[in-house]
């Protein structure tokens, strides 16, 4: 009987379609893995263009995956049949699990919680993709906290394998073993992060590229030592300097700014060259200069 109760009970929490909200780099990603996986996806942006923009980076990417022989030509074309685009967010009430990625601003996430709190069934999970807000305080903002849980992908979501589940403090245990459920079926890895300022990766990630500032800021050596010194000291495949450019050092100063107001620890201040670098629009790759300087191509090497 207890093996037949389970087997309901995991039936119940088996998640079949999905909803992303945010058509930008990760919403559209997630929205890919998931298609690419037999999950039907309703992909929602309030900016039309936004979602042309994602289908067009889709249906690239999922041809990249067909002429690497990664999946076959068959498999695309229905991954592309499982995706559906939409700018009527009530489009996702018959969801089992919704997925925001919209801007990193706790108002604004806050109050489309709200919203999906209204629209999405009783049994739906709401997970968050932030990288450094609060599932927690996002929760409060539902009738439901129990079924708020962060869902962490990485940049980009087609091609990390990383998924970073964080507990929110009302998170249970049903919500959380559906959401590793569905992350395990999209062939990610999981690790499993409580709710505390930069979870597990941008609170390590993070320190370790302010450092780099520093290094930079008070004349140990050049950007180019610097990240030569980690790439072949320490074998990563790019240097810190380097990731903070692809990753935008906008981005970089909002976590740390997250990491030192949460932490209430000095070590997380900024670096004031980063804070300078920002200031002056230096933001990286997306912007063609950040630490290095790029040519308008944004597949071009740095100079
Ligand atoms: P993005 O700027 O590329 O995309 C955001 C999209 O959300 C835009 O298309 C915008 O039109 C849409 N949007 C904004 N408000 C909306 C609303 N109320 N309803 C519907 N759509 C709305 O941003 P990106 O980089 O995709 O980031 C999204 C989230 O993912 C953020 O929370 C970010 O912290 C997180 N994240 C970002 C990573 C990265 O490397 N860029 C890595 C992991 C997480």
Known sequence: RTTTEEKRKRKMLEVKRIGVVGSGQMGSGIAQVAAMHGIDVWLHDLDPQALSKASSSISSSINRFVSKNHISQVAGA????????????????LADLIIEAIVESEDVKKSLFAQLDRIAKSSAILASNTSSISV????????????????????????????????????????????????????KVVITSHDYSGFIVNRILMPMINE??????????????IDTGMKLGTNHPMGPLELADFIGLD???SIMRV?????????????????????????????????????????????
């Open 136 to 187: 927690t305080r996002l929760a409060t903002s539902t009738s439901r906290p129990r079924q708020v849980i962060g869902m962490h992908f990485m940049n980009p979501p087609p091609v990390m394998k990383l998924i970073e589940i964080v507990r929110g403090a009302d998170t249970s245990e049903e919500t959380f073993v559906a959401t590793k459920a569905l992350s395990e079926r999209l062939g």
């Open 78 to 93: 229905d991954a592309l049949k499982r995706l559906r685009l939409t700018t009527d967010l009530e489009d996702l009430q």
């Open 259 to 303: 990491l030192h107001a949460g932490l209430g620890d000095n070590k997380y201040a900024p670096c004031p060259l980063l804070v300078q670098y920002v200031d002056a629009g230096r933001l990286g790759r997306k912007r063609g200069i950040g630490v290095y300087e790029y040519s308008k191509d944004p597949r071009s090497t740095k100079s």
């Open 251 to 253: 981005v970089c100063l």
């Open 212 to 225: 780099a500032f520093f290094a930079l800021y008070t004349g140990v050596a050049t950007k180019e030592d």
